[in-house]
């Protein structure tokens, strides 16, 4: 039985961690040496201890990490620990995705939250109309034959509302169901499904192929011939898509295909990986690039995820006005029209 608490760690608490322990590592500490510097910030002291006491019982690098409540993208990155021993690289780098993770969540968090909040109120605004004050408007000329065009307003933005709600119950359950079946789909149809859903096939394609660059990178440096980097990335269970991918291009090279014709078979494999693979004339040039190409995911990575992030701002405001004009529409112009009549 664990004696630790199974909740996973916050992302600050992760991030101020792998903080402390990249620059003590790049200098050269040793691992346990460097979790008990770490230890003496008194809000790291509990999880440097807890790891510690995970390596005394002889747990590996990733499983230490997994049984203190590290994400899973931490793990799955320490899972090469034992195969690159670069633990400078490999905590920087979690420090990176990491961070990259946490000011994601906040920025979409901080973008959203005043318009989702406006939204929120609108919708219950727009209900009690909807039982109180249209009725009574519709009831007002309900003897007449000509009735104001403004009812029909509320009507079509009625109707709109019911079925953007419907729809984003149903897409909530689709995913929901998804999450849950997701562990057992076969990765053939997994593809199939980012293949539909334009922007998580290219969020996917970056995420693996950097996942691909920064290990295959570190272990052709390290020596390990393609092939041997290939078997290394298949037989990981972390990351599916990734293992998945190389699988694919060790297929493809089996086959006698150049390397570029085996990165262009696997569908997350972004182009600039292709053309490297085009141009690279030995490993020790390909690591180089790779190491770079890394960087470039990185970085691009994060630059379409603002973007994105920065375009639901104004759509959901957009929304927040067209519903509010409509309201005010459905409401005023009958008064308008009695106005006139009497």
Not at 118 to 140: A, G, H, N
Not at 236 to 242: A, N, S
């Amino acid at each position: 039985m664990d004696i630790f608490n199974r909740k996973q760690l916050p992302l600050p608490v992760q991030i101020h961690f792998f903080k402390r322990m990249s620059p003590l590592l790049e200098k050269g500490y040793p691992v346990h040496r460097a979790l008990d510097i770490t230890g003496w910030d008194e809000d790291l002291k509990p999880l440097t201890s807890e790891l510690l006491y995970h390596f005394k019982k002889g747990d590996s690098l990733e499983e230490a990490f997994r049984k203190a409540r590290f994400s899973p993208m931490v793990i799955s990155f320490l899972y090469f620990g034992k195969v690159r021993k670069d633990f400078p690289s490999l905590f920087r780098q979690c420090y990176q995705l990491l961070v990259i993770s946490h000011d994601s969540k906040k920025k979409l968090w901080q973008t959203l939250r005043y318009p989702l909040i406006l939204l929120l109120f609108l919708f219950i605004t727009f209900y009690f109309m909807k039982k109180s004050v249209i009725p009574s408007f519709e009831s007002l000329y309900a003897h007449e034959e000509d009735k104001p065009w403004s009812l029909f307003i509320f009507q079509g933005l009625d109707y709109t509302i019911t079925l953007v709600t419907g729809l984003g119950f149903l897409f909530l359950t689709a995913f929901l169901i998804y999450k849950i079946y997701a562990a057992s789909l076969p990765m053939k149809r997994k593809l199939e499904i980012y293949k539909r859903i334009p922007y998580v096939q290219m969020v996917k394609s970056y995420i693996v192929s950097y996942q691909f660059a920064i290990h295959a990178s570190s272990m052709l440096k390290a020596g390990f011939s393609l092939n041997q980097v290939l078997d290394i990335l298949i037989d990981q269970q972390k990351q599916k898509e990734l293992s998945f991918s190389a699988k694919t291009m060790l297929l493809s090279l089996s086959e006698g295909n150049t390397l570029a014709m085996a990165a262009n078979a696997s569908t997350l494999m972004r182009k600039e990986i292709i053309s490297v693979f085009h141009e690279a004339n030995d490993n020790q040039a390909l690591a180089d690039e790779l190491s770079l190409l890394a960087f470039h995911f990185l970085d691009q990575l994060k630059t379409k995820t603002e973007k994105t992030i920065e375009l639901i701002h104004p759509i959901v405001l957009s929304v927040a006005a067209l519903i509010i004009i409509s309201i005010y529409l459905s409401i005023m112009l009958p008064l308008y029209n009695w106005i006139q009549v009497y």
